[in-house]
């Protein structure tokens, strides 16, 4: 054996031994911070994407993929109702035509947008530092669709996955819990201190300022929720016509 | 001390006109097209998620963003290192430059050099195009997680890189070497679960092969820290550190019997 084969094969031991003892110092020291594949979760697809996104190391992007595919999934037709029926509702939403001002069109119907925790749970098994699809899903679940439970396990999930005390995110999941809870209970005034510590107005998204300003109106708070409308259609151009049959219902409520 | 060899040749003089060399034959191959392609993927995207996504437009502009980076890269990365030294073989190329007082390690770490040079530069362009778009469509800010997830993707070229050339030289065939490197991409973005599955198993031989592979295949899922950009404590910097280190060494390795494997070649 040559004396550079020799040399060769000593600094390919030597190199190993070093590469071992840093790689296994820093695998103790950082826990892989994601679920294993055996907790992998199902919806209606099959797993490509989720194991795709493992092999490849693109877990983040494939959660961005299928909270997309939630937010489609919500904007979308409801389960027994036809894309034309679907579209009809949202024209009519759209003119102001709709006869159930109280509520949203899809709101405190249990049985819609069954999948939508699945989905959402779908996203987190992928990304469990996602905070808007515990966020924003929590609050479609819970708040609007009525579905306590789910909502609350989708939250506990968030909070345990992203325990930090010093995190603004950490405590916003905490504090949508707590409400959840006082919603579940009707229980509206406790819900509403806990929804204003939570939400920022200014950089909350759209469903939790709705969230806030049918629970103002649920505890017969009108001006408040009044007020809140009229942020909200100013904030969002796109909504000017829901806030605008909020607001007139409303004006009616503390007229009367 | 000065090292030099039998001939009296300084060990090392002849890396960087290879590495010269090996850039200028990559500019000459228009590998550079692919940032375009880069820029034309990442503006469409932005534009499209900005309204898919409200609120999380940032987000997932980053990325798909960082994950087109580490894909074309690696693309990049495998297809010149595997063709490098092979392609001179079978052009005889290669004879004219063994006849030149040149040692045959020099060759390959002047070659893997190059190459890294050239993936580098095509990091850094692909990457301020990103900042630029996050910046325009978006109120992203920049955090030093996004650039050590950056660093962290050429680090996994540095290893990838020098598992092709290796693998170049020793199959000797461009096809077998690029699905050997892609194999050990994949299996090293997956050594948590192999992990897993080796603590699981019951069978002693099939326990001990899985973990023999485990250490063997680099662990890219360290180097993954864009997938981490959302966790709130991040990863440590000190551990950050000790990871690249790592990828240095798991690389150098793999120059170590790639060199060896050359130096017995006959031509």
Not at chain 2, 48 to 60: G, I, M, N
Request: aromatic share 14%; net charge neutral; with cysteine.
């Amino acid at each position: 054996m040559s004396k550079s084969v020799v040399w060769g094969l000593a600094s390919i031991i030597i190199l190993s031994v070093v590469a071992f003892t840093l790689r296994t110092t820093a695998e103790n020291r950082y826990i892989y911070p994601f679920s294993p594949v055996s907790t992998m979760h199902y919806v209606d697809d099959n797993p490509y994407l989720e194991l795709g996104a493992m092999f490849f190391g693109l877990r983040s992007m494939a959660a961005d993929i299928v909270w997309i595919k939630t937010l489609q999934y919500y904007g979308g037709p409801t389960e027994g109702e036809t894309r034309e029926e679907h579209e009809h509702h949202i024209a009519e939403e759209a003119h102001g035509d709709h006869h159930h001002h109280h509520h949203d069109r899809h709101d405190a119907d249990t049985t819609a947008y069954r999948k939508l925790y699945a989905l959402c749970t779908r996203a987190v098994w992928l990304d469990p530092y996602f905070f808007h699809v515990y966020n924003i899903g929590s609050a479609a679940i819970g708040f609007v669709q009525e579905r306590y439970d789910e909502a609350a396990a989708l939250l506990k999930e968030g909070v345990v996955w992203n325990y930090n005390p010093n995190s603004v995110h950490y405590w916003r999941l905490n504090y949508a819990l707590a409400a959840l809870g006082y919603e579940k209970v009707k229980d509206y005034k406790n819900a509403i201190a806990i929804l204003e510590k939570m939400i920022d107005p200014d950089d909350s998204p759209l469903i939790l300022l709705r969230v806030l300003a049918n629970t103002y109106e649920k505890n017969g708070d009108y001006r408040k929720s009044l007020k809140l409308w009229k942020f909200i259609s100013h904030k969002f151009p796109d909504q000017e016509i829901k806030a605008q049959q909020k607001m007139k219902i409303l004006a009616q409520r503390i007229a009367g | 001390m000065e090292t030099c060899s039998v001939s009296g040749r300084k060990n090392g003089v002849n890396i960087l006109p290879i590495a010269e060399y090996t850039i200028m034959e990559n500019i000459r191959s228009k590998i550079f097209y692919i940032l375009l392609l880069f820029i034309f993927i990442m503006a469409g995207s932005s534009l499209v998620f900005s309204s898919l996504a409200p609120y999380t437009e940032a987000r997932v502009i980053t990325d798909i963003g960082l994950a087109c980076i580490e894909m074309f890269t690696l693309m990049t990365g495998i297809f010149a290192a595997v063709n490098l030294v092979l392609q001179e073989i079978e052009n005889r190329t290669i004879y004219l430059l063994m006849t030149r007082p040149l040692h045959r390690w020099e060759y390959i770490i002047g070659r893997y050099l190059g190459v890294l040079v050239i993936l580098c530069f095509n990091i850094i362009t692909m990457l301020s195009v990103l900042v630029l778009l996050l910046k325009l469509t978006t109120s992203w800010t920049l955090s030093p997680m996004f650039i050590w997830s950056a660093v962290a993707i050429f680090f996994k070229m540095i290893i990838i890189v020098a598992v092709a050339l290796t693998a170049s030289l020793v199959f000797t065939s461009s096809i077998t070497a690029m699905a050997f490197s892609f194999l050990t991409w994949v299996l090293g973005h997956f050594s948590s679960e192999l992990k897993l599955m080796a603590e699981r198993i019951q069978s002693f031989l099939a326990k001990g092969l899985l973990y023999l592979l485990y250490y063997a295949i680099p662990n890219f899922q360290l180097f993954n820290l864009k997938d981490k950009l959302g966790i709130p404590e991040g990863m440590p910097l000190d551990i950050v550190s000790m990871v690249l280190l790592y990828g240095l060494i798991y690389a150098a390795i793999f120059l170590v019997i790639g060199s060896l494997f050359f130096s017995k070649k006959e031509f």
